[in-house]
């Protein structure tokens, strides 16, 4: 299937999501009222079920679970193929003991209103810390409708944060990720396709006519993900962006045409072992995968799958390390039934003894 005829089948059936990880918010939203679910389906439950939250960016802080997760809410914005639907407007930070424990809501720790720079739509962040100050990164979309990413600090996990008066310059599309290394070197990973608009920097500029979705060549090399070097003061780029491989098990790049493999959106490393794991959304496919490489720069090697299709369109996860075991956060549908108002969960990881994830199947078969 062509990428027009993925795009007419998802628009037919109601669940266009320009890209997996866009949601709304906003100050008095996100209240609902949680209809009785069958929760025998699900592997994990929701962590947070009075308001709808997606994309949880999960960090250990001090030896407490923080989640930054995108904050849903329906504010009757005409949807589009650019997802302008999803028009979230501010960010809650969550938190617990350990998992399983009581989930604290910090209340709102970065509103659009308090970010000189950007005119709509907060997507799904990421947390880090260095220096004795927690950093908040998201990406909006600037007075000219073009995604950049922002930076806020805080001297406390939980926020407020501060932002920045400017976006990071040489940022753009989506789902910022950062990781340190044990070295103390951060890159960020970012970019989405889609509504993320990684399709219309091509040329290395923005170009507002460009693709709506995919390369319009179903044979060219897919899109590839970005990574940058953070500066020391994490404010800034260190150094130009580049590309970040995906390669098969041959050493090839995926293909446009490669939608159960090729990257979407939704970057996240972890360290393992010694090896760099670089995972994402397959996006219109709803696979979660990853591949695995020396370097936080890559090139990383396709392994495979380790999530399989949530309830909902798609799903958008971060992988965390607790108390000697891994996790990964992610959200599905449970709560809503409706692509754009998801709920954030949480799952064991496991990694076998070659280094391989372990499937995960987030819906209880039957």
């Not at 009222?33 to 994309?55: C, F, G, I, K, N």
């Not at 997507?123 to 950049?148: C, H, M, Q, S, V």
């Not at 990781?179 to 890159?187: H, I, R, V």
């Not at 390369?215 to 994490?234: E, G, Q, T």
Request: aromatic letters at 12%; charged letters at 20%; one cysteine or more.
């Amino acid at each position: 299937m062509n990428t027009k005829m993925q795009l007419a089948l998802a628009l037919g059936m109601n669940v266009l999501v320009a890209a997996g990880c866009q949601n709304g918010g906003g100050k008095n939203a996100g209240k609902q009222e949680v209809s009785s679910v069958d929760t025998s389906r699900y592997l994990s439950q929701p962590l947070v079920s009075h308001m709808y939250t997606a994309d949880p960016s999960a960090h250990v802080f001090d030896g407490r679970i923080y989640i930054y997760p995108s904050h849903d809410v329906d504010l009757g914005t005409p949807q589009s193929v650019g997802g302008d639907h999803f028009d979230m407007r501010d960010y809650h930070v969550f938190s617990m003991d350990s998992i399983g424990g009581k989930v604290t809501d910090h209340g709102v720790g970065l509103s659009l209103e308090d970010v000189p720079w950007a005119k709509r739509q907060l997507w799904a962040p990421d947390a880090a810390y260095k220096n004795g100050t927690y950093y908040l990164f998201f990406p909006a979309k600037d007075p000219e409708g073009i995604f950049r990413m922002g930076v806020a600090t805080s001297k406390s996990p939980s926020g407020p944060f501060k932002a920045e008066p400017k976006p990071i310059e040489g940022s753009f599309s989506i789902d910022p990720a950062v990781f340190t290394d044990d070295d103390g070197a951060s890159y960020m990973y970012f970019g989405g396709i889609w509504g993320g608009q990684l399709q219309k920097w091509v040329g290395g500029k923005f170009d507002p006519k460009g693709s709506e979705t995919d390369l319009p060549d179903d044979n060219a090399p897919a899109l590839a993900p970005k990574v940058a070097k953070m500066s020391s003061d994490m404010l800034s780029f260190d150094g130009a962006v580049r590309d970040v491989q995906i390669l098969d098990k041959n050493g090839k790049p995926f293909l446009t045409k490669d939608h159960n493999e090729r990257f979407f959106e939704a970057a996240w490393v972890h360290k393992y072992n010694g090896k760099y794991y670089f995972s994402y959304s397959t996006g219109n496919t709803h696979f979660l995968a990853y591949a695995v490489g020396d370097s936080p720069l890559g090139p990383f090697t396709y392994q495979g799958a380790f999530m399989n299709p949530v309830h909902g369109w798609t799903s958008h996860h971060s992988i965390v390390e607790v108390k000697g075991k891994w996790y990964v956060f992610y959200h599905d549908t449970q709560l809503s039934d409706k692509t754009y108002l998801r709920n954030i969960k949480v799952a064991e990881l496991k990694h076998d003894n070659d280094g391989s994830i372990e499937l995960i199947e987030p819906l209880v078969k039957r």
